[in-house]
Nanobody
């Protein structure tokens, strides 16, 4: 019943922008942290960003980012729409990969809850 569906990927030129969406169902979004992960060609899947649960108070950072995306990515959530977004600006070829979202208890743990979604392909190329 738990479901996370990624969308919004595509082919963009270097310097372009994309807005990824993670639509969730089967659980209350505001009770969990949501992380975005990237699986780049020839590399292991890695976390690129995470947003904390709005119900967890001040014990966790509002959001975290991998060093490679700081200043270019912005993660946000809309609990009313059961959706988490990843705004990606100033895209570079290194951003290429399949992007996944996953549920977590908090952003401090690497453990995800449930299964990986289908992912959405992001390709940055001229």
């Amino acid at each position: 019943q738990l479901q996370l569906v990624e969308s919004g990927g595509g082919l963009v030129q270097p310097g372009g922008s994309l807005r990824l969406s993670c639509a969730v169902s089967g659980f209350t979004l505001d009770g969990y942290a949501i992380g975005w992960f990237r699986h780049a060609p020839g590399k292991e899947r890695e976390g690129v960003s995470c947003i904390r649960s709005s119900a967890r108070g001040k014990n966790y950072a509002d959001s975290v980012y991998a060093d490679s995306v700081k200043g270019r990515y912005t993660i946000s959530r809309d609990n009313a729409k059961n959706t988490v977004y990843l705004q990606m600006n100033g895209l570079k070829p290194l951003d290429t990969g399949v992007y996944y979202c996953a549920r977590k208890w908090d952003c401090a743990t690497s453990l995800i809850l449930g299964s990986w979604g289908q992912g959405t392909q992001v390709t940055v190329s001229s």
